[in-house]
């Protein structure tokens, strides 16, 4: 069964508001005084959050502003950033990935207000379970947070212990109907107005329900009692949606002292890689897109996305990577490395994996595939040094015309293209084609002796031709499914000039037929 950590953090908005207003060194509303946060809704501005002096001074979520200072005279009010809220949750989110890969944040039913840590096979690096809870709770302390946290074999039960048993800690599993049965219904993440209606009904505690037939609950109230049920005692499965794609591969290392230079995360990474590169090769694949994690004393968090154009299990290469691209954020401005107090942990991800050739090495046989090794180093080297989307090679597309044959993309979007797709109009034509072909066909004024004969003469970008050889046409029909008018044919000719240039030229339209006076164009250069 999964081993889910349900983090419920009471007042989130509150410490939100607090300690980013703490951050920025700006006066703060001293605890014992009533303080909460408001929100413009229909019906006036209504208060959204409150703090513990504000509770017990009478006040409740929902109550207008003025009503709220009638009961409370010294009331300060603050506006309410659920946006905010959110994304220091996720940040929250990030740096919990220390603990699992899997974190994934309090949804509308839950309250938006917490966290959740699939820690299924993750508990012992931390010093089993108990270790994991005490490290996580010590720490968010150390935030300013007040957490409350529970580790149960579903989210639902997890999160029902973390905020409504009296003391939440840490259930065995196959436990979760019986520590779920005394608490109230509402623990069950339901609608509160079926809720309401249960209570009503005497139905007070999960227990009451869970004790009765389920035919007539089915036919009287909605599926999501039942359903909320059978997922909080674990009949029915819960997968998580984690704030960030579940890595593949993943290692992760707890450092005695925390490191602040460029260096020492270097070497960490290289070790991180040599760890995960005897599993890669047992599985037969190679990391194509790599994430490092590195973990702030202070609670901070920085990332580095590495894509790489060959997949590879090379520690001395990913260092490599990790080493530019750090000097490049540097290189930039920025501070390259924000340590702070330096990185108390560090973890590494496959996000993508493909699959891995073995290869040959030391015969000839084996030189294309080394050069092909080599190509992509370098071309990775270049990406982190000056950015993925300044890098860009040629990519082959599916159609007839030349100039829309092949197009240069950045080497990010090439990882997932096809390398070895073909083009049709090299594919599937035995002629001769030019090394270069201009993005945009090129005009040029010519002179044939009939309308549909080859050309004799051409100027183009100034300069007079006088053909000697010309060899064509090739007819190459316009793609009618792109338009709504089909294009116009085009007859391509190779021909070369007195002085030994060729050129690639071709004629849009057939005469009589599609024009009375057809346009010439170059399209390429050859050797």
Known sequence: MPRIVSVWLPRWPILRWRNDRAKAGAPLPPPERPFALAADVKGGRRLAALNAAAEAAGLRLGDTVADARVKAVDLV??????????????????????????????????????????????????????????????RLVGFG????????????????????????????????????????????????????????????T??????????????????????????????????????????????????LEPIARQEAVVVVARDLMADLA???ERDGVA???????????????????????????????????????LDRAAGRGGDGLDAGFGFEAVGLSVVEAAPWEARQEGLEAAEEPQRAARCAALMDGLRQRLGARSVRRPVARQSHLPERAEAFVATEAFLAADAGAA???????????????????????????VPEGPPQ??????????????EGPERIAGEWWRATEPPPTRDYYLVEDAEGRRFWLYREGLYGRETASPRWFVQGLFA
């Open 457 to 470: 003469r051409f100027r183009w970008r100034g300069g007079q031709h006088r053909i000697a050889r010309a």
């Open 423 to 449: 083009s049709a109009w090299t594919a599937g034509s035995a002629r001769p084609r030019p090394i270069l072909v201009f993005p945009r066909p090129e005009p040029a004024e010519v002179v044939a002796l």
């Open 278 to 280: 005897p599993t890669l």
């Open 145 to 204: 947070l007040a957490p409350e946290l529970a580790l149960a074999g579903t989210p639902g039960a997890a999160w029902a212990v973390s905020r409504f048993h009296p003391a939440p800690g840490i259930l065995r599993a196959g436990r979760e109907a019986q520590v779920l049965a005394p608490l109230p219904v509402k623990a069950l993440r339901l609608d509160p107005d079926l809720t309401a209606r249960l209570r009503r009904l005497g139905l007070k």
């Open 287 to 325: 990391a194509r897109r790599l994430r490092l994690d590195l973990y702030r004393v202070d609670g901070g968090f920085q990332t580095l996305e590495i894509g790489v154009s060959a997949a590879t299990r090379d520690p001395d290469h990913f260092a490599r990577l990790v080493d530019l691209k």
């Open 77 to 138: 009010v603050a506006d309410h950033d659920p946006g905010a809220d959110r994304a220091g949750l996720r940040r929250l989110g990030l740096w919990a990935m220390r603990y699992s890969p899997v974190v994934a944040l309090f949804g509308p039913e839950e309250g938006e207000d917490g966290l959740f840590l699939d820690i299924t096979g993750a508990a012992h690096l931390h010093g089993g379970e108990a270790g994991l809870i005490d490290d996580l709770a010590r």
């Open 206 to 255: 999960i227990g009451a329900i869970a004790a009765r037939p389920r035919a007539p609950f089915a036919a009287r109230f909605e599926a999501a009692l039942l359903r909320r049920l059978d997922q909080a005692t674990g009949r029915l499965p819960e997968p998580l949606d984690p704030i960030v794609p579940a890595p593949a591969y993943r290692s992760l290392r707890r450092l």
